[in-house]
């Protein structure tokens, strides 16, 4: 299993900065980290601050998360058939939702050989306290970033007078409690305090977990595997059923009368089947908050 963490954060924030400084931390562990870049335009500028020696690939245009989930999910096969490394870290565009963002991450494919650490989330101290000079939609996806974090990074912290400081972190604890806070200069984080987050992917009911970073936390993912096949109208039953907090869904579900389980994705209430000619593991990844206790189809 590959530790994986999903860095994010407004445009700004200093989540490159971050980015460098984890490298640096990881390789004098011994660690060898690759890296998944998410870039809105057409050229690789911040890629630049990744050494040749660290395997990257870069998905530019802003393409990591949406329409580009399948493309990222190709890179990270990619990554893990030919380059020997470590620790993956996919840096999100600053115009990505955690939540696309995570969905471009778990795949079926490769569900199994990748520990979800969490997402760090870079915070612009200064732009926290202006963030009424955003506009609706830019503010929006600012706070949804931090409302998401497993760790939060108020970063920037030193550009602000001592009042300033303690405002932001009395507010950033108040809007998102279940984060671990951190005040931030540059982007710095001692690494081990990112190796102590618990993994997203919620351990089984029966299994003894040790207090970690991040046990709290609501949004999480979970994997199901399928011994039993279902007939749509079934299967489609379940879904309905689920609570409003089950974001995403994708996998390969076993479908009665159907010879290999088929492709199954959902989002925003809407559920798409497609034929899979090859015979897939039958199994789900969902992401959502608070799943580690709803009833699965078949249980």
């Avoid at 963002?101 to 795949?107: H, Y």
């Amino acid at each position: 299993m590959k530790d994986v963490y999903l860095l994010s954060g407004f445009l700004g924030s200093g989540k490159t900065s971050l980015l460098t400084d984890v490298i640096r931390q990881l390789k004098e562990q011994g660690l060898k980290p690759a890296v998944i870049m998410n870039e809105l335009g057409k050229l690789a500028f911040d890629s630049q601050a990744v050494e040749e020696d660290v395997p990257l690939k870069e998905m530019l245009e802003g393409c990591i998360c949406c329409t580009g989930a399948e493309k990222t999910e190709a890179q990270i096969q990619s990554l893990l058939f030919d380059q020997q490394f470590d620790v993956l870290l996919i840096e999100t565009t600053g115009a990505a939702h955690p939540v696309e963002a995570l969905d471009a991450v778990f795949s079926p494919l490769f569900a199994e050989q990748l520990n979800i650490k969490g997402i760090v989330t870079v915070a612009d101290s200064k732009l926290w306290l202006n963030r009424s000079t955003l506009s609706p939609q830019a503010r929006s996806l600012f706070m949804e970033q931090i409302r998401h974090a497993h760790v939060l990074l108020a970063n920037k912290i030193d550009l602000l007078s001592e009042e300033e400081q303690a405002q932001v972190v009395y507010e950033l604890q108040s809007f998102n409690p279940r984060a671990m806070l951190l005040q931030t200069t540059n982007g710095r984080v001692p690494i081990q305090f990112l190796q102590q987050m618990q993994s997203m992917v919620q351990p089984v009911k029966d299994e003894i977990v040790p207090a970690q970073i991040g046990e709290s936390f609501n949004l999480g993912s979970r994997l199901v595997q399928f011994t039993q096949s279902y007939s749509e109208e079934e299967f489609e039953a379940w879904v309905r059923a689920l609570p409003e907090t089950v974001y995403r869904m994708k996998g390969y579900v076993p479908i009665t009368g159907v010879r290999n389980p088929m492709l199954f994705q959902y989002a925003y209430g809407m559920v798409q089947w497609l034929p899979e000619y090859i015979k897939m593991e039958p199994k789900l990844v969902i992401i959502g908050e608070n799943i580690a206790d709803i009833a699965i189809i078949g249980e």
